[in-house]
């Protein structure tokens, strides 16, 4: 086992040609280069490309995209795309606010028809009053309160057995007991504290319900179907969305992938007046190899130094 041999190479051309030789310049192999940081604060007059990265915010947009709805974008890198980064951003806002909105809409139903689901259950536990809920909630001596309460908050209805409220518990599951409680309008704030104590959660019935408590199930249920029928019409118009938006996402995902490899190598350049360089280290049996890939790159300088001709530069070591 012995440690490789390499050279110290400077790699100089006209500003002008920067882009040009970039483009090369993220293609290679074997080549080692020195961060402009570590050669421009030693030698005054030298500056730093390194510049604000605006292929990363767009990256991250993105990305956030394919985790929030799904998309699978493959890593694949496209150059030839004709693109503006305004442009980038003014079709990533678009997007974005195009699916949020469908998004946004297909939760909000989604929230009704849990709360519809909710009010349902209670109605269905007075299915057998024949009073109208109109008439009930229009009590102006009583006060009563429909919803859940966790199971392990009734038992604690004990230490309050002498205050002035009714509790009526229908059914419950694993968390929660479904049920109501009522008192007379002098102590509704002081019972519904009690009860807010014991977090009581109350579930209120939606206006649009009226009639007794079978003409609520029936008009609730018939809510939930038609909600449900909306949302199923919003998933339809997110997929196509998704389909539509696809093809131009993943073209722009290869191109800022490609040009994001571009501007991360500006870290490397080094400009001195008009002209620009890049240092770094290569094996010694690779530096033809080097060469070949700039063969065809006119007025590129390709300078060939010892790997310890600039002592303020460690090589790097390989086995």
């Known amino acids: 086992m012995s440690i490789a041999k390499v050279k110290f190479i400077d790699l100089t051309a006209n500003i002008s040609k920067l882009d040009d030789f970039l483009v090369k310049f993220i293609d290679l192999k074997g080549f080692h ?52 980064f305004n442009e980038m951003y003014d079709y990533m806002h678009k997007t974005k606010e195009e699916f949020e909105t469908e998004s946004n809409t297909i939760k909000q139903l989604e929230e009704h028809i849990q709360k519809y689901n909710d009010a349902l259950i209670q109605v269905q536990n007075i299915q057998n009053l024949d009073i109208a809920l109109d008439d009930l909630f229009a009590c102006e001596y009583i006060g009563i309160r429909f919803g859940r309460l966790p199971n392990d908050s009734v038992d604690k209805l004990r230490f309050f057995q ?16 479904w049920c109501m409680y009522f008192t007379t309008a002098e102590y509704k704030r002081e019972v519904d504290n009690i009860f807010s104590s014991l977090f009581f959660e109350r579930i209120f019935i939606p206006d649009f319900v009226h009639g007794t408590p079978k003409d609520a199930v029936e008009a609730l249920q018939d809510e939930i179907e038609n909600t449900q029928k909306m949302i199923d019409k ?10 539509s938006s696809c093809t131009q996402l993943i073209a722009m995902k290869g191109e800022l992938l490609y040009l994001n490899r571009i501007y991360e190598a500006k870290k490397y350049v080094v400009g001195l007046g008009n002209k620009f360089s890049i240092s770094g280290f290569v094996e010694e049996n690779n530096v033809d190899c080097l060469k070949e890939s700039f063969e065809d790159f006119k007025d590129l300088e390709i300078e060939v130094n010892d790997a310890y001709s600039d002592r303020r530069i460690k090589p790097p070591t390989k086995l």
Not at 56 to 65: F, K, R
Not at 162 to 177: A, E
């Open 162 to 177: 002498n205050k002035p409220f009714v509790f009526k518990s229908f059914n419950h599951d694993h968390n929660n007991s």
């Open 33 to 84: 280069p020195i961060l402009a940081s570590e050669i421009v604060e030693k030698v005054h007059g030298l500056t730093s490309f390194v510049s604000d990265n605006p292929c990363q915010p767009l990256l991250a947009e993105v990305e956030d995209l394919q985790t929030k709805y799904g998309f699978k974008l493959l890593n694949l890198e496209q150059r030839d795309q004709v693109y503006t």
């Open 234 to 243: 919003y998933k339809d118009d997110l997929e196509e969305l998704t389909k």
